[in-house]
């Protein structure tokens, strides 16, 4: 007897062949059948009318800190995610020396915007070394499973102590100490490792994380750990030395190669068109292709959308937070402070003040953030109130820089307007990258490469400003269903989600709908499926708040073959698990 039969669903199986319908069989965690079935099961569903489709992966997260208590991985198990990877961005709590736990608090506050008094709050310490923190997360049983990459930062810190955050350069014993300790984690079943050389990426006390301008040696020194393995991707996400020219951006990008060279492995970019420096993706993606060509295996994560910031007096940024005047009502409730910003003359004062500088205060906010706020009266044409239609391709005629001409108000006095309206509770949405052009029309051509990969959600960071957990949804809303110029077909997207990314970690058991393959899927009406409004809660520990963005339309997600998620509602199944790579 089987545990499930799905019947007659609308099977896209993850390979990009056409769907197509069938039933599955799923027994013992596994698919078993596809096809016609007519076997008894302990459960049945009929899934006339519903696509059902591999479960998805997300390449890209940094649930770190909120997986030692967060058993479900919310809101990604809203999004139809069954298998995760954090560990990105060169960021991460292990290895760790006893006693030095706040220096990670602060490098992941700092960069990935999760509150440090819920990381203090929310994290059991019991571990040292990376080994030892996978064994910790294995203790728990979870809804979904997950890998986890061995960040750069931590593992500097480890080794060099204070002179990582000193920024020393390492010596050659240090190198060969970091080295030893990535090889010990990817034998322990790391899935690979990540490193950050990004501007934007501060600590919260405003300094360069200690991995950031990691030197040459380092950086092939640590790749070298992979020699003689079958098993380890390796993430990196650069800023190409963005301001200072092309020798530049040909140095940063040939650190790059050297790095897959040396290691052998599958190496993933973060892949976006910036501002400043519009045009830079393309030369990433002219060099990726060079490489590739050239048998090297680098592949660029890709946004579904935009990358941005939602704005909101209550969320970690909007436009009037460096205003003298208003740092006077700061402090207030929401509701009473959005009423204290509607007085005439407090209103008056604020618009004629400038914002004092945000960035190298001891904040973690990057220098990008002045520039912008500096920038403010031209960058309002793709700022756009975040309404209920939640439109995630909007027009320059929806912005606050018309609505101000057509006001005849400056933007900036609409934006206040805007933000000191009722309780004080409207959002924002602001794209800053991979919107230059005021459309995704870019972002669509870098969907299509052959090397891209799904990625860049950020689950479980930038928790205050950002809710892109929800782009596995946004995919088959937007591209797949609501976009007619350029649209993509459902099996090309539901390839994306599924075995593209499988594929790329090195993961044979999943991605797939085909005999033999673990269970994991999803049930999605089509006609039903949305991406719901970011919604600010308070449910981190120490009451800290994140945005949380659900989905309709996932009538069932199951985890070897057991259903996490039905309509929306997590359910008490806890069958996912580390996965320790070999």
């Given amino acids: 007897m089987l545990d499930w039969l799905i019947k007659n669903g609308t099977v896209v199986d993850g390979s990009g062949r056409a769907p197509f319908c069938a039933d599955i069989g799923i027994k013992a965690g596994l698919i078993v059948s596809v096809g016609t079935i007519n076997e008894h099961a ?8 519903l696509w059902v489709t591999p479960g998805f992966i997300d390449l890209h997260t940094h649930y770190d800190g909120q997986a030692t208590w967060d058993e479900c991985f919310t809101p990604s198990i809203y999004h139809g995610v069954t298998t995760l990877v954090m560990g990105n ?75 990582a955050l000193a920024h020393e350069v390492a010596t050659a014993q240090d190198i060969k100490d970091m080295q030893a300790l990535l090889r010990e984690a990817l034998e322990a079943g790391a899935a690979g490792f990540s490193t950050g050389r990004s501007d934007n990426h501060r600590t919260s006390e405003g300094k360069d994380t200690p991995a950031a301008n990691a030197s040459h040696a380092e950086l092939t020194g640590l790749a070298q750990a992979f020699q003689g393995l079958s098993h380890g ?23 790059v190669e050297a790095v897959a060279h040396t290691s052998g492995r599958p190496l993933s970019l973060t892949w976006l068109q910036r501002d400043p420096g519009g045009e830079q993706y393309l030369k990433i993606q002219d060099r990726v292709e060079k490489a590739a060509a050239n048998g090297l295996p680098l592949f660029m994560q890709t946004a579904a959308r935009g ?28 509701a009473e402070r959005a009423l204290a910003l509607r007085d005439p003359a407090r209103k008056a004062r604020i618009l004629s003040e400038k914002s004092e500088p945000l960035a190298g205060d001891g904040s973690a906010i990057p220098p990008l953030v002045d520039i912008l706020l500096a920038r403010i009266d031209m960058i309002s044409g793709r700022m756009f109130p975040l309404e209920a239609t939640l439109n995630y391709e909007p027009s320059v005629m929806d912005s606050f820089l018309v609505r101000a001409k057509q006001k005849g108000i400056t933007p900036l006095e609409a934006l206040y307007d805007h933000f000191s309206a009722g309780q004080g509770e409207d959002l924002v949405y602001f794209p ?25 959600s950020d689950a479980g960071a930038h928790v205050g400003t950002v809710c892109d957990a929800s782009f596995t949804t946004f995919m088959l809303t937007h591209w797949v269903q609501g976009r007619s110029k350029e649209a993509m077909p459902l099996e090309t997207a539901v390839e994306m989600l599924t075995s593209r990314n499988a594929k790329y970690l090195g993961l044979t058991d999943r991605g797939f709908i085909a005999p033999g393959l673990r269970a994991d899927l999803n049930a999605i009406d089509p006609h039903g499926l949305s991406v719901g ?40 199944a806890r069958p996912g698990q580390l996965v320790r790579m070999k």
């Fill in 42 to 49: 302990k459960e049945t569903m009929d899934a006339t009318g």
């Fill in 233 to 255: 991707v390796i993430q990196m996400v650069s800023d190409y030395k963005l301001m200072k020219g092309p020798a530049e951006f040909d140095a940063e990008f040939d650190l």
């Fill in 307 to 334: 990358i941005g910031v939602l704005n909101g007096l209550d969320a970690s940024f909007h436009p009037f937070m460096g205003f003298p005047s208003y740092k006077e009502v700061a402090h207030l409730p929401l």
């Fill in 533 to 572: 409004l970011p919604q600010l809660m308070r449910d981190l520990p120490a009451h800290g708040k994140r945005f949380v963005q659900r989905a309709s339309g996932f009538a069932a997600t199951w985890v070897a073959g057991q259903q996490v998620q039905r309509h929306g509602e997590i359910t008490s």
């Fill in 432 to 456: 800053i990258f991979n919107y230059n052009e005021g459309n995704l029309d870019n972002v669509r051509k870098m969907l299509g490469h052959p090397r891209a990969l799904s990625g860049l």
């Fill in 89 to 163: 961005c060169g960021v991460g709590f292990a290895p760790k020396r006893p006693g030095h736990e706040d220096d990670l608090i602060k490098l992941m506050e700092g960069v990935e915007d999760i509150p440090g008094a819920a990381l203090h709050e929310g994290i059991v310490w019991n571990w040292e070394s990376f080994p030892q923190y996978l064994d910790a997360l294995a203790a728990t049983p979870r809804s979904l499973d997950y890998l986890v990459q061995v960040p750069h930062d931590p593992l500097r810190m480890y080794v060099m102590k204070e002179r």
